[in-house]
């Protein structure tokens, strides 16, 4: 997983993975693949491909143009109902990252300061997208 991030002992968080970062994501002990990208991204899909290297699979289609908070929602509970260790990506990581940020910040009680700098620590600058920032400040009221 050259392309991977490691964030601590249960998540790691990256780029779209190849089949060689899907073997070795499994023989680094990741049991569930969170997916970001959106079904038309991809050529192959990225289910069957992470069910053949015997990782369990869940996408949250995440579309820039219409973030949804509950998104949030469904990354917490996916990781609650799945075994981690967890590899989160979408086509860079950056969708990953700031879904991941936003998650730590409502249970850590972060301000959109905060969210950003911990997407940053992540290897992402969400301020950057002019749609992240408006995301992250309308989650933060």
Request: glycine share 8%; aromatic share 8%.
């Amino acid at each position: 997983m050259t392309s991977c991030t490691r964030i601590d002992d249960q998540i790691f968080m990256g780029p779209q993975p190849t089949e060689q970062d899907l073997d070795a994501a499994r023989q680094q002990g990741i049991r569930t693949v969170i997916d970001f990208r959106l079904p038309s991204e991809t050529v192959a899909s990225n289910q069957s491909l992470t069910k053949t290297h015997g990782m369990a699979y869940v996408n949250i289609p995440v579309n820039k143009a219409a973030l949804s908070a509950d998104q949030i929602g469904v990354l917490d509970n996916a990781m609650k109902e799945h075994e981690g260790p967890f590899l989160l990506h979408c086509a860079t990581g950056a969708r990953a990252a700031l879904l991941l940020s936003l998650s730590k910040a409502g249970q850590e009680g972060w301000n959109s300061s905060q969210t950003f700098a911990e997407a940053k620590r992540f290897g992402f600058d969400l301020e950057t997208s002019p749609e992240f920032v408006k995301f992250v400040k309308q989650i933060h009221g």
